[in-house]
């Protein structure tokens, strides 16, 4: 994972790569240690993709994000994701939510 400045919304890059911003709440903020970021996604196939996303937050971090994303839903661009084969496009907002107690 790269985390670079904003650039263009075109779709993806001349290399096939996306970058996504990334936004971290509650427990997931704690063990990223920021409340988001600039990740630049390069597809595992043929276009990035949310499972793409997921991999590269996993790998940039320690284990206690891991642990957290783990357990964790997401939100592309406000939209629950249940396909993690959803593709992701350049400038996109993926949400990384934690389990939330209380009520």
Do not use: K
């Not at 970021?37 to 996303?53: M, Q």
């Not at 996109?92 to 209380?102: K, Q, R, W």
């Amino acid at each position: 994972m790269s985390v670079h400045p904003e650039r263009s919304r075109a779709a993806t890059d001349e290399d096939g790569a996306a970058l996504v911003r990334v936004r971290y709440f509650a427990g997931a903020r704690a063990a990223a240690g920021a409340s988001e970021e600039r990740v630049r996604v390069t597809a595992s196939g043929t276009g990035p993709t949310a499972a793409d996303v997921i991999d590269a937050v996993v790998a940039s971090h320690d284990d206690r994000l891991a642990q957290v994303v783990a357990a964790s839903s997401f939100l592309l661009n406000g939209v629950a994701v249940r396909d993690r084969s959803v593709e992701v496009t350049d400038g996109c907002e993926f949400d990384v939510l934690p389990p939330f107690a209380g009520g």
